[in-house]
C-alpha cells in the first residue's frame, strides 16, 4: 500500500509515519505534506492508494484540499484532535476518522 501524510504538525506526522512502519514494514509512504497546497502538490506527483490526512492545518483545511482536487482517486482517513467534524469527514467519502493522538489499535483497523 502506498501512503502520503499530511498535517501541519511535524511531530504528528512523525508519530504517525512510526506506528504505520511498525503496523506494517511494506507500507510505502510516499512522503509527507504540511498543508493545503504541499498536500495537493505531493497527492498529485505521487498518486498515493491512502491519505492519512489532518483537518486543521496553517493554510486552510483538509476540506479545502479536497474541493480544490479535480480528481479523487485515492483512500482517505482524517486525523486530526477535533472531533467535531467526523460527519462533515464522512460526506468526503472517509473511510476512517482518527483522533490524534492515534491510537495504535485504531490505526491497524
Excluded at 510516499?30 to 491519505?51: A, F, H, N, R, W
Aim: proline share 3%.
Amino acid at each position: 500500500m502506498k501512503i502520503v501524510i499530511i498535517d501541519d504538525e511535524e511531530n504528528c506526522r512523525l508519530v504517525l509515519r512510526n506506528k504505520i512502519e511498525k503496523y506494517d514494514p511494506n507500507i510505502e509512504i510516499l512522503g509527507e505534506g504540511y498543508g493545503v497546497d504541499s498536500g495537493i502538490e505531493l497527492i498529485q506527483t505521487t498518486k498515493p492508494e491512502v491519505v492519512f490526512l489532518d483537518i486543521q492545518m496553517n493554510d486552510g483545511t483538509g476540506f479545502d484540499l479536497l474541493n480544490r482536487m479535480k480528481k479523487r482517486d485515492f483512500l482517505l482517513v482524517f486525523t486530526t484532535a477535533f472531533d467535531q467534524y467526523a460527519i462533515k469527514a464522512f460526506k468526503y467519502a472517509a473511510i476512517h476518522y482518527l483522533l490524534k493522538p492515534v491510537d495504535f489499535n485504531e490505526l491497524s483497523e
